[in-house]
């Protein structure tokens, strides 16, 4: 089925830097969600971007969505330890059906 | 604030058990998911529910099932756990059919042995 492919599959940076993450999929979507998750924890909701959108803010979030190549970045601005986790993008698919969820982006950031 | 609330962090069980993962919600969400979570794979889809009593296939519904017989209330049932069902477990709900954010309870690791 369909499933969004985050890139790369690990980032590690010092804090104050920028973090950019990756997500790919495959067909056409009505919206794309960004989601993170803590060690062993569940996931949280970070940003939607909905098909019609280009571009999102929200805090240190940036998120961008290209559907004519059917990929979307999530920046994370002046990067914090606290921003160490896991990054997932998310997908509704055409019918708007459950969430298809890509493997995931590590991000480390260390002090 | 929306709470999903899945009943167990840790669970361990045998070979064979029929297992019962439960998953409240209290927001009053039409749609509630399964998902199970393994290193190197991400989240799949086992399968979710949009309405009291409905239940759809996910991608990996082989040896679970399902049930939602309040609007509040999905479980999943493994039938006969097997060591390669040991994984983590994520239950999520949502307004509608992905057009909005879902809300994640706090996971279940399972190890059957």
């Known amino acids: 089925s369909q499933q969004g492919e985050e890139d790369p599959q690990a980032l590690s940076i010092q804090e104050g830097e920028n973090a950019t993450m990756n997500c790919s999929y495959k067909?056409?979507?009505?919206?794309l969600q960004w989601y993170r998750q803590n060690s062993g924890r569940g996931l949280v909701h970070l940003i939607l971007i909905r098909s019609n959108e280009r571009e999102k803010h929200s805090g240190r979030l940036r998120v961008t969505l290209d559907t004519s190549k059917k990929s979307s970045s999530l920046l994370i601005t002046a990067s914090r330890a606290a921003d160490t986790a896991s990054y997932f993008c998310?997908?509704?698919?055409?019918?708007?059906?459950?969430?298809?969820f890509g493997k995931g982006t590590t991000l480390s950031v260390s002090s | 604030d929306v709470k999903v609330t899945q009943s167990s962090r840790y669970l361990v069980k045998r070979t064979g058990e029929k297992v019962f993962l439960e998953c409240v919600q209290d927001?009053?969400?039409?749609?509630m998911f399964w998902y199970r979570q393994d290193p190197g794979l991400g989240l799949r889809l086992i399968y979710f529910s949009y309405d009291v009593k409905m239940k759809e296939k996910g991608d990996i519904p082989e040896g679970y099932s399902v049930s939602r017989e309040k609007k509040e209330r999905f479980s999943l049932i493994l039938e006969s756990a097997s060591t390669n069902q040991t994984s983590m477990y994520l239950c999520?709900?949502?307004?509608?059919?992905?057009?909005?954010?879902?809300?994640f309870g706090q996971g279940t690791r399972l190890t059957v042995v």
């Open positions: 067909t056409s979507i009505n919206n």
């Open positions: 999520a709900s949502s307004m509608d059919r992905g057009w909005n954010e879902a809300f």
């Open positions: 998310a997908t509704d698919g055409q019918a708007g059906t459950a969430l298809i």
């Open positions: 927001m009053d969400h039409e749609n």
